[in-house]
């Protein structure tokens, strides 16, 4: 059984600036691991058909987490493949969502198709990308 993980958080910038941090490899090196884990490398190509890599390490070792960009509407929208080790051969997919608001931007962050024994720490891992993300964008404004 599978289910979605579902992570909101409202971000002091605009869109665009929330998006472009989705799709520069520079920023997804800073931000795109949950506490206190970090990232090793980071790549992306945010194009339809487009590919990202990123590595992240703990002291156990690194994991790497990769896939293909299906949807790049910006300031609004991703949508790509997830793969990861940890997760076999299972193929899950991520949503973005950016939505402006009268103080910056509403950002909803959609993992679908994990196995319920994994929804709880992948929450838990988007809450903390999440909080990275608006913390390093709020500090920039």
Do not use: N
């Not at 998006?19 to 490398?41: C, K, Q, R, Y």
């Not at 793969?83 to 899950?92: C, I, N, P, Y």
């Not at 997919?93 to 959609?110: C, F, K």
Request: charged content about 25%; glycine content about 10%; aromatic content about 6%.
């Amino acid at each position: 059984m599978t289910g979605v993980v579902r992570v909101e958080r409202e971000i002091p910038v605009p869109p665009e600036d929330v998006f472009d941090a989705w799709t520069d490899p520079e920023s997804l090196s800073i931000w795109m691991a949950p506490p206190p884990i970090e990232v090793g490398e980071a790549e992306c190509d945010p194009q339809v058909g487009g590919r990202f890599r990123i590595v992240m390490v703990d002291p156990t070792g690194a994991m790497e987490h990769y896939g293909v960009y299906e949807v790049v509407d910006r300031p609004h929208r991703l949508v790509f493949s997830w793969r990861a080790e940890h997760l076999g051969t299972l193929e899950t997919r991520v949503r973005v969502e950016l939505t402006p608001t009268d103080t910056g931007t509403r950002m909803v962050i959609e993992h679908e198709g994990l196995p319920v024994e994994v929804q709880p720490p992948h929450a838990q891992g988007w809450g903390g990308i999440a909080d990275k993300l608006a913390a390093v964008l709020g500090t920039s404004a």
